[in-house]
């Protein structure tokens, strides 16, 4: 199960930080990412964490958005710096190994003044 927190309402150039909490006992195996779906648009990956450690990230978000992955806490997190009005999307967590993969429920984010 993952469970996504950390969404809201931001200003332009302003900042959040998305968590994802897992349960079970082999999260540090598994392959973590974070998705999004803008209203009226498909959803995309914006940043992927191995079980190494390796990072990819969208275009789009390369330079303002940080993943990360805490193993002892079963946790991947979503920086997010420089949030423009284009980066409002529902955001979901997503866990993947092999053939299976896991998502999370969605959380908000909307950046507007």
């Known amino acids: 199960q993952l469970v996504e927190s950390g969404g809201g309402l931001v200003q332009p150039g302003g900042s959040l930080r998305l968590s994802c909490a897992a349960s079970?006992?082999?999260?540090?195996?598994?392959?973590m990412a974070w998705y999004r779906q803008p209203p009226g648009n498909q959803r995309e990956l914006v940043a992927r964490?191995?079980?190494?450690?390796?990072?990819n990230y969208a275009d789009s978000v390369k330079g303002r958005f940080t993943i990360s992955r805490d193993n002892a806490k079963n946790t991947v997190y979503l920086q997010m710096n420089s949030l423009k009005p284009e980066d409002t999307a529902v955001y979901y967590c997503?866990?993947?190994?092999?053939?299976?993969?896991?998502w999370g429920q969605g959380t908000q984010v909307t950046v507007s003044s």
């Open positions: 997503n866990a993947q190994l092999w053939a299976v993969t896991y």
């Open positions: 964490v191995t079980n190494g450690g390796n990072t």
């Open positions: 079970g006992s082999a999260f540090s195996s598994y392959h």
